[in-house]
C-alpha cells in the first residue's frame, strides 16, 4: 500500500514563493509516477504536475507552466513542488498523488491527505 505525506504548505503573501514535499512509502519510489494537484474551494481538483519514475518526464498543467516546478530524489522517496511568483488564486488544497504509469499523465491511484496553500493579497 502506498502512503504519501504532504508537508510545506501555509499562509503566505502574493507575489512569495513556497515549496510542497510529499514523502511516499510503502513501495519504492522510483517505480512511481508522482504528481500533484490541487483544489480552490467550490472548483473540481485540477492537474498541477506529473514526474515520471526516473524523472526524465515533467508534465504541467495549461495553466502551470512558467510558476510550477516539480522534482522529485528518489533516494529520499520524495517529490516536491516549487511555486513561485504566487497569486490569491493558488489559493487551494495541494495532494500528492501516485501512479504506476509511465507517463506524467497518469492515471494516478493513490492520494495523500492533502496540504492547505493561502494566498493573501
Known amino acids: 500500500q502506498v502512503q504519501l505525506v504532504e508537508s510545506g504548505g501555509g499562509l503566505v503573501q502574493a507575489g512569495g514563493s513556497l515549496g510542497l514535499s510529499c514523502v511516499a512509502s510503502?513501495?519504492?519510489?522510483?517505480?512511481?509516477?508522482l504528481g500533484w494537484f490541487r483544489q480552490a474551494p467550490g472548483k473540481e481538483r485540477e492537474f498541477v504536475a506529473g514526474i515520471s519514475g526516473s524523472g526524465g518526464r515533467t508534465l504541467y498543467g495549461d495553466s502551470m507552466k512558467g510558476r510550477f516546478t516539480i522534482s522529485r530524489d528518489n533516494a529520499k522517496n520524495t517529490v516536491y513542488l516549487q511555486i513561485d511568483s504566487l497569486k490569491p488564486e493558488d489559493t487551494a488544497v495541494y495532494y500528492c498523488?501516485?501512479?504506476?504509469?509511465?507517463?506524467?499523465?497518469?492515471?494516478?491511484?493513490?492520494w495523500g491527505r492533502g496540504t492547505q496553500v493561502t494566498v493573501s493579497s
Open positions: 510503502g513501495v519504492i519510489s522510483s517505480v512511481l509516477l
Open positions: 498523488a501516485a501512479g504506476r504509469s509511465n507517463l506524467p499523465i497518469g492515471p494516478y491511484d493513490y
